[in-house]
């Protein structure tokens, strides 16, 4: 996986692969009938399994987010043969849940905080609920730190270009109030912010995508 982000690989082919025990080249076969089917419910475990989704619910998940009615007996397969072709991933879920459940918090790679007190819970939903974020919160939790590092890069930057208004933020994604004729400039300084190694430590790089238009709905990718 690290080698694929590493390289621009495409991650999806490569988990696609890895659950439908197929070639990547199958994987990434645009052609192919069960191109689409594949590749969506690849995502679904991408965005989900890491952080503990059991197979009851990622056949919620593939049914509500995606529309596909894919059975409970496949989707135990597409799990357990996931945690096959990535071995170290239920290995390292393990250790973040038998860490969590000695400290009672779970933490983000530059050390934030997350309480997790029911994550001793005798209660099977609670218990599981906990861990579950316990393994989310070194992911998307650093994925947070990160995106306020570059915020932070970008705030410094903000006086020398008093043209550049911050609008919001959605998730991973910043907007922002340009002129039409400072566009590359923007861009430019953004993704300079973004793309910075966070820390000594982070192994893969950092790509962003920009997108420009007159209104939020009909941005363009540039």
């Known amino acids: 996986m690290l080698e694929t982000y590493r390289t621009g690989g495409d991650i999806h082919a490569l988990t696609t692969a890895v659950i439908y025990k197929i070639s990547l080249e199958e994987a990434m076969d645009k052609d192919h009938s069960q191109y689409k089917e594949r590749r969506t419910i690849a995502k679904n475990c991408n965005f989900g399994t890491f952080f503990g989704l059991f197979p009851k619910g990622l056949q ?36 973040i849940k038998k ?23 005798p209660k099977w939903s609670e218990k599981a609920f906990a861990e579950r974020v316990a393994m989310n919160t070194p992911i998307q939790g650093t994925a947070a730190d990160i995106l306020k590092l570059a915020l932070g890069r970008i705030i410094v930057g903000l006086p020398e270009r008093p043209w550049l208004k911050p609008l919001m933020q959605i998730h991973d994604e910043l907007v922002f109030e340009i002129p039409s004729d400072r566009v590359d400039e923007a861009v430019s300084f953004i993704k300079e912010c973004m793309e910075a190694q966070p820390f ?3 192994p893969i790089p950092i790509v962003a995508d920009a997108a420009v238009g007159e209104r939020f709905g009909e941005m363009r990718e540039i």
């Open 99 to 121: 860490r969590a459940s000695l400290r009672k918090h779970t933490e983000t790679w530059l050390g934030r905080r997350r309480n997790i007190q029911k994550i001793a819970s």
């Open 60 to 95: 919620k998940t593939l049914k509500f987010k995606a529309g596909l009615d894919v059975s409970l007996d496949e989707c135990e397969t597409i799990i357990r043969n996931l945690k096959l072709g990535y071995p170290r991933i239920p290995r390292w879920q393990e250790e």
């Open 200 to 202: 000594p430590e982070f």
